[in-house]
């Protein structure tokens, strides 16, 4: 199973950029996907999940109302859309795929290798 994400790179405050998840994962409309995050020096954290079917959304409160989260079963790909991007966005951007939620938190068997995204003021 690979998930490759793509799409991230340097962008200015105030902008958006749209991530994308090649998944391998066979059937793809089988699983859950989520979205983590990881800036500079700090602890990995949940971002973003969608259902199987992607009609069920959940983010993180710090994303509500900029992020949106979506997918294409038929494709075989994730999608995460980041608008009015704030410095404290800066991360490696982490595609899940097959998760669970446990005892209040998101549980993914499947990680992509990260994409950075670079928000300058």
Not at 67 to 88: A, C, V, W
Not at 102 to 117: E, R, S
Request: proline share 3%.
């Amino acid at each position: 199973v690979q998930l490759a994400e793509s799409g991230g790179g340097l962008v200015q405050v105030g902008g958006s950029l749209s991530l994308s998840c090649a998944a391998s994962v066979q059937p793809f409309c089988n699983v859950h996907m989520c979205w983590f995050r990881q800036p500079p020096r700090k602890e990995r954290g949940f971002l973003a999940a969608i259902s199987r079917d992607g009609g069920s959304t959940n983010f993180a409160d710090s994303v509500k109302g900029r992020f949106t989260i979506s997918r294409d079963n038929r494709k075989n790909m994730g999608y995460l859309q980041m608008n009015s991007l704030k410095p404290e966005d800066t991360a490696t951007y982490f595609c899940t795929a097959d998760v669970s939620f446990h005892d209040g938190a998101y549980l993914a068997t499947y990680w992509g290798q990260g994409t950075q995204v670079t928000v300058s003021s």
